[in-house]
């Protein structure tokens, strides 16, 4: 059964499952361009270097493609998402878990992240770009995704786009991509999944905020929370089935889309959490180094007389890093990704996350807590 989130015709659908099929058997081979389409890639290439230097950078150009195009509905999803990535990179310089973790371990995690940021912008951000240069000329462009690495599988999708409009399926495909690109090359890769992943357990992953996607929402003058929870990070199924309904929750339901983007064209994004609530995070420490004995945070909201949670500027606490650049396999080799693509769409959650995020940072604070008193027992 088509999936009635998408806005294109049956027909039109199946046409695109026929060529995605075509794809499979079709040739890879290195194509030949012309000189001025090889300049175009050279030009793209440059572009996407530069946006690419860090979580601040990529989550910036995310919005500003929606911004300019706001028919590509996935690069405000993206810009959330990769707001969120920084948040999580900053939690490890931050007030709580450089406390929990080894220097070793906060530094392996900021790794993993900036790795997938980073990855996911690489491929992504030519796609974008070449969105924009075919609008501007007229004709479709995606043969040279090619000279990118993106899988064949986008090529199609976004030539589909062209025909149908259909910002949805779209971004649906992106997100597949997306979470097939990140797959061999970050979840199953085996430095980051036995040095990392592995070694992290759930209440861990709950502690570094990975479970919890938040969209900040301005609504007079303050500012909400919205979001959702991811299950199972490691599983691919589950990465994909989460994108979506984030997805769902962020353009199925107007005033969320609405607010949320009203929010993060006031405030830019600088890694640290004081982002979406400066009464409970600071990015210069209030606390003294080992004062910390009994809790300051009650459902978000800090006891009287209490200091606010360090949040530090995510350049202020992290280096540039230096990626090499990924194999250019293509991960599309498979008919079940085209069920994916159009299997029936998950439940929209709910988007209330208010009570379980400020749970996650209750229990943060519970652990360095007890750590410290284990540690003066000691």
């Known amino acids: 059964m088509i999936n009635k989130w998408f806005s294109s015709s049956y027909l039109s659908s199946k046409q695109l499952e026929k060529a995605l099929k075509k794809q499979l058997t079709g040739s890879n081979a290195l194509l030949s361009i012309p000189d001025h389409e090889q300049a175009l890639v050279e030009h793209i290439a440059k572009q996407t270097a530069l946006a690419n230097v860090d979580n601040v950078s990529r989550t910036k150009a995310y919005l500003d493609f929606y911004l300019e195009f706001p ?20 939690d490890l310089k931050g007030e709580f878990l450089p406390l929990l973790l080894s220097k070793q371990g906060c530094e392996s995690f900021f790794h993993m992240l900036e790795r997938g940021n980073w990855l996911i912008f690489q491929d992504a951000y030519p796609q974008l770009l070449l969105y924009k240069e075919s609008k501007r000329r007229k004709r479709p462009l995606f043969h040279l995704l090619h000279f990118f690495g993106v899988s064949s599988f986008m090529n199609v999708c976004w030539g589909h786009f062209l025909k149908t409009n259909d910002s949805a399926l779209l971004a649906r495909a992106l997100i597949i991509n997306e979470q097939h690109y990140i797959e061999e090359r970050v979840i199953q890769h085996p430095t ?8 992290m357990n759930f209440h861990l992953q709950e502690w570094l905020h990975m479970t919890h996607i938040l969209f900040p929402k301005k609504q007079v003058g303050d500012t909400t929370l919205t979001g959702a929870v991811v299950e199972d990070f490691g599983s691919l199924t589950s990465r994909i089935r989460f994108g979506i309904q984030l997805y769902q929750l962020l353009f199925q339901i107007s005033e969320v889309r609405k607010q949320a983007e009203l929010w993060a064209n006031a405030q830019p994004h600088t890694g640290s959490r004081k982002d979406y609530w400066p009464h409970l ?4 420490k209030e606390t003294l180094p080992g004062i910390l004995t009994t809790p300051r945070l009650h459902h978000c909201q800090l006891k009287l007389g209490k200091e606010r949670v360090y949040s530090p500027p995510l350049r202020q606490v992290w280096s540039w890093v230096s990626h090499p650049h990924p194999e250019r396999e293509d ?27 400020c749970n996650s940072l209750s229990k943060l604070e519970l ?12």
């Open 71 to 90: 028919e590509i509905t996935w690069s405000l999803l993206a810009h959330f998402v990769s707001r969120n990535s920084g948040w999580a990179m900053t």
């Open 367 to 378: 652990a360095v807590i007890a750590k410290k008193a284990i540690f003066l027992q000691s």
């Open 192 to 199: 980051y999944k036995e040095n990392v992943l592995d070694s």
């Open 281 to 284: 995070f600071t990015t210069t």
């Open 331 to 357: 991960w599309f080799v498979s008919e079940r990704v085209i069920d994916t693509l159009f299997q029936n769409e998950p439940k929209t959650p709910s988007g209330s996350i208010l009570s379980s995020y």
